[in-house]
């Protein structure tokens, strides 16, 4: 075939041209060992194998670069990627640049970097290659305008040469008549003879397709068989024959999609079902070239709460900003492959090398509900899973995905409002600051309180500065033991929490420690349940109640003159982490308020 033997010279030129060497299958780089793997429910190691057993598919990712990358893509491109890997086949990426008009400079850059991140690596396309390049639809206008030449000789398309003016004349008098907008075919009743000499004179024109009487029929991968669908012909002539081939000499969307996935191999396509209704369409380009269509699979709309179509509105749609607050790759992935897809894994947490393992066509029918909730939950178990690792990857590493983004945002929040941060700005070297804030996210990790590095600065003020004086008087301790039996005196004297705060300065720096910290506690403790047990008298069941007691009360002081009164790690592993200095500073100034809170009550000095 003419078309296809021209197609294939300019592929091979086009990869003459940005490659020296033999072209690697980039799954076959990233994919040469393979690692452990956890064992899958029966149900999806059947529909696994399902996907599998039909062999290596072709899967494309093709976006426009018109915008910054979203979640509805990135779950296109993800799902394109996991079939691909399962079956050993190959995932390409494809830039649709058609619409020059809508195109930004930049959005390829993004769109690369964004996905490279989320650990969708292509295995031919732009920057890697191919044997099927050039993989930008703007650099591969000559195969589409000769695939249109092959549709106009066939018959099975036809030149318009109507008037802007006159197609909106035509639609508004559609629309009056309650139709749908389509053309009356006017120019399909040109002479071939006639079309061709006006094109050859410069006559400006579209090309469009004669749609056939009846649709091919198909059967989609996730909605089962469809019926099959006969022409829109209205009473005044109305056709939905869709343009092919644009003015300007560029493909639409239908033309360029087909063409490229026929000369690409392409095996099966998933994408989002707003698509379903071109599908009839595009089968019937494949028809009329020929060619063997290949899978469809329509995957379900994304929409919010209230069932409106994801958008801006809700947030945490774009990929950069969610990659900037400090999402995991592999969290959004897991939160992405979620979407839409179901499975009968014990448990939702999955890395990617999971998701591979259990890839399958379960794709969900009806519209997706996109709850962030579930992006948070799978943010902290993806972060306690990387603590536990042993070698953990670049991409896993803690350091860099926690830590390092926090101390940044503290470096530059300290510079702009010091007294705000003033503990953290005492802290000299960023090795320094690294290990006091590794401490507490570790900490905040383990006890699943973390999922971004902002919100972990925002929800923990007072580690990086002590809590200000009108804290420490709203929170004011409540000087009773808690969970006491009312015969018992349940008061507690204000110099017994005086003397807790104020023991700690005999602890000298070199047994500033946890061991010594809780030892110190322990003593305080067992003194004070001691002096109760002399008056009340000896009772196993009584000790073990008052020891708990007076535990909970040491630590709610420490949390109180430390924080404020706010929730964070425990006692000891709170004082450990701030140091000696830091602790009996904050220990004073919350006596101080103490005291003068006792001296308001009595009417008077506290020594009086």
């Known amino acids: 075939m003419v078309l296809k033997a021209r197609t294939m010279k300019l592929a091979r030129g086009a990869i003459k041209s940005t490659s020296t060497s033999a072209y690697i299958c980039q799954s076959c780089q990233i994919f040469s060992r393979s690692p452990q793997r956890r064992t899958h429910h029966s149900s999806n190691l059947k529909a ?19 915008g910054n990358l979203h979640l509805g893509s990135l779950r296109t491109a993800l799902f394109n990627y996991l079939i691909a890997k399962a079956t050993g086949g190959q995932f390409l990426l494809r830039i649709e640049d058609t619409d020059q008009k809508r195109t930004k400079s930049d959005a390829e850059e993004d769109l690369f970097s ?31 305008q000769e695939a249109s030449k092959q549709l106009l000789a066939s018959g099975h398309a036809y030149r318009c040469f109507c008037s802007a003016e006159r197609l909106r004349e035509h639609a508004e008098l559609q629309s009056k008549l309650g139709h749908a907008q389509d053309y009356d075919r006017k120019c399909a009743q040109i002479p071939k003879e006639e079309s061709d000499d006006r094109a050859a004179k410069g006559e400006s024109h579209v090309v469009r397709l004669l749609a056939p009487e009846i649709y091919p029929p198909f059967r989609d991968l996730v909605h089962g068989q469809m019926p099959q669908r006969t022409l829109k012909k209205h009473i005044n002539l109305g056709y939905e024959d869709p343009i092919l081939l644009k003015s300007d000499g560029f493909p639409t969307y239908h033309l360029a999609n087909v063409v490229d996935d026929h000369f690409m191999n392409i095996t099966h396509v998933v994408r989002g079902s707003e698509w379903m209704s071109s599908t009839p369409k595009h089968l019937a380009l494949y028809q009329a070239f020929g060619w063997e269509p290949p899978k469809f699979a329509h995957i379900a709309l994304l929409v919010d709460s209230d069932r409106q179509k994801l958008s801006k509105r809700m947030g945490h749609t774009n990929i950069r900003e969610l990659r900037e607050e400090g999402i995991f790759p592999e969290t959004l992935a897991n939160f992405v492959a979620l979407l839409g897809w179901s499975h009968q894994e014990k ?44 070698s953990p990857k670049p991409s896993q590493n803690i350091t860099e995905l926690v830590t390092n983004p926090i101390v940044r945002l503290l470096n530059a929040a300290s510079i702009a409002h010091p007294d705000k941060y003033a503990f953290y700005s005492s802290i000299s070297t960023d090795e320094e600051r690294a290990a006091f804030v590794s401490d507490f996210v570790r900490g905040a990790i383990q006890s699943s309180q973390y999922t971004l590095p902002q919100k972990f600065i925002d929800q923990n003020p007072y580690f990086f500065t002590a809590p200000p004086v009108d804290l420490l008087q709203a929170n004011i301790l409540q000087l009773e033991l808690p969970k006491i039996h009312p ?13 807790l705060l104020q023991s700690f300065e005999k602890i000298e720096q070199q047994n500033w420690n946890k061991e010594e910290l809780k030892s110190w506690i322990t003593a305080f403790v067992k003194q004070n349940v001691e002096t ?56 004073q100034k919350a006596s101080e308020v103490l005291i003068q809170s006792i001296e308001e009550e009595a009417g008077g000095s506290l020594d009086g």
């Open 487 to 499: 015969n018992f005196d349940i008061s507690i004297a204000s110099t017994k929490i005086l003397d």
């Open 347 to 390: 448990s939702d947490v999955m890395g990617m090398q999971d998701l591979i393992d259990v890839a399958s066509l379960k794709y969900t029918k009806g519209d997706t509900i996109v709850s962030f909730e579930k992006l948070w939950f799978l943010q902290k178990r993806h972060a306690k899973r990387y603590l536990s690792l042993s």
């Open 48 to 66: 696994h194998n399902d996907l599998v057993r039909n062999g290596p598919v072709r899967t494309r990712f093709a976006p426009s670069p018109t």
């Open 114 to 144: 964004n996905l490279e991140w989320a650990g969708i690596q292509w295995d031919e396309g732009p920057k890697v290659g191919g044997p099927y390049g050039p993989y930008k639809q703007s650099e591969r206008t000559p195969i589409y």
């Open 532 to 587: 109760i047990l002399d008056v009340e008298g000896k009772d196993i069941e009584v000790e073990t109640i008052l020891t708990k007691a007076w535990v909970t009360v040491c630590h709610q002081t420490i949390r109180w003159a430390i924080l404020g009164g706010m929730n964070g790690p425990e006692g000891t592993e709170l004082m450990r982490v701030l140091g000696r200095e830091e602790c009996v500073s904050r220990f």
